[in-house]
């Protein structure tokens, strides 16, 4: 079973920076996919930035050229780092990890860590 544990969220105002960190514990092999999604209070959660193995990472557009998403497949850790944050930032951030392993998909997600831009 794979467990992941979150960091880097908190409240800071607009202009500022912050970098979520997520590592992944109980798993021998290297993700697909890493990512990372939100979810502002009364809407669906969304992606915000994903990494595969081999490609190109994927960002929403509302992020693109403020946030970077990196990974550390020896730590099994993804990063994202948050530049420029907004108000229409905050929200609660997961980290997602995808595994293909044969026919079989498996996704886990962390708890969550809050990120809060003030105006």
């Known amino acids: 079973q794979v467990h992941l544990v979150e960091s880097g969220g908190g409240l800071v105002q607009a202009g500022a920076s912050l970098r979520l960190s997520c590592t992944a514990s109980?798993?021998?092999?290297?993700?697909?996919?890493m990512g990372w999604y939100r979810q502002a209070a009364g809407k669906q959660r969304e992606l915000v930035a994903s990494m595969p193995t081999d490609g190109s990472p994927k960002y929403a557009d509302s992020v693109k050229g403020r946030f970077t998403i990196s990974r550390d497949n020896a730590k099994s850790t993804v990063y994202l780092q948050m530049n420029r944050l907004e108000p229409a930032d905050t929200a609660v951030y997961y980290c997602n990890v995808h595994l293909l392993l044969g026919r079989t998909e498996y996704d886990y997600w962390g708890q969550g860590t809050q990120v809060t831009v003030s105006s």
């Open positions: 109980g798993n021998m092999y290297t993700f697909n996919v």
